[in-house]
């Protein structure tokens, strides 16, 4: 009877790996969209893909929930008086046909998240020259810089004046 407890917490484990791959290929796949609306400046798609990215973020956390709830089930059945939740930890105390399937699953888990840490970083190094491009094409038609803020002799914070350079307001 308690190996089929096992059998079955394994089967839960593998089935809960198996969501998790696919709903991290779905965020790599995301993260890729969203480099491509960060080069091609479509905000109102860059903000659908946020949104996107947000939710299969929440579905992660859910699942990573529940991979560890797994875990820490089969450290018991097997007697393994460790509250780690490392999959890689359990691995070396289960026997085969899950032991390589397992063993596969969290290798390409592992592969997915450094691919979608890839485009982040990208992503992260795309998002900040467009910040610092757009902060000089601000600095380039206004005389005064943004940082001259000032306080006054209330103590209330002065906002600096954008004195226009190429536009007129008025025009």
Request: glycine share 2%.
């Amino acid at each position: 009877m308690e190996q089929n407890i096992l059998k079955n917490l394994l089967q839960n484990l593998s089935e809960t790996l198996d969501k998790m791959i696919l709903t991290y290929k779905d965020i790599f796949l995301t993260a890729q969209e969203k480099q491509e609306h960060i080069i091609s400046g479509n905000i109102d798609k860059l903000e659908s893909v946020i949104y996107q990215e947000r939710n299969l973020a929440e579905t992660i956390l859910l699942l990573e929930e529940k991979r560890r709830y797994i875990l820490r089930t089969i450290n018991k059945a097997l007697g393994i008086n460790s509250e780690s939740t490392k999959l890689s930890n359990m691995i070396e105390h289960i026997q085969e046909p899950y032991k390589s399937s397992i063993k596969e699953q969290f290798d390409i888990i592992v592969e997915i998240i450094t691919k979608v840490e890839e485009v982040n970083k990208s992503n992260t190094t795309l998002t900040k020259y467009s910040l610092e491009y757009i902060n000089n094409l601000i600095k380039s038609i206004c005389t005064e810089s943004l940082n001259d803020s000032t306080y006054q002799q209330s103590g209330k914070f002065k906002e600096p004046e954008l004195h226009r350079l190429m536009f007129e307001i008025n025009a």
